[in-house]
């Protein structure tokens, strides 16, 4: 059974895909979401020779978002470990 966050982070995802500025916001990275849509107007124009680029700002949203959830858990485990103190049986360096 998945918890009921899995859905949340698949929505915001498909969102990211789709939507790059709007889900990216919604992520609250509203300096990356204006750095999208600069990027789409580009690839707009230049994505009519390099039909690649057209993929750029959908590609660029979805891999910001998760880079930003993984920094988020990240900070979570990094504070569980400070409250709560080392796993039992984690070897120190």
């Known amino acids: 059974m998945r918890p009921p966050a899995f859905d949340v982070y698949a929505v915001i995802y498909v969102l990211a895909a789709l939507l790059p500025p709007l889900g990216l916001l919604l992520n609250g990275q509203p300096f990356s979401a204006l750095f999208n849509l600069v990027l789409i107007a580009f690839c707009a124009i230049f994505g009519l020779i390099f039909h690649v680029l057209l993929v750029e700002p959908s590609a660029h949203a ?6 930003k959830r993984e920094e988020r858990r990240h900070r979570e485990v990094v504070e569980a470990i400070r409250r709560h103190g080392r796993p039992p049986g984690y070897r120190a360096p």
Do not use: D, E, K
């Not at 979805?62 to 880079?67: D, G, L, S």
């Open 62 to 67: 979805v891999i910001a978002v998760h880079m």
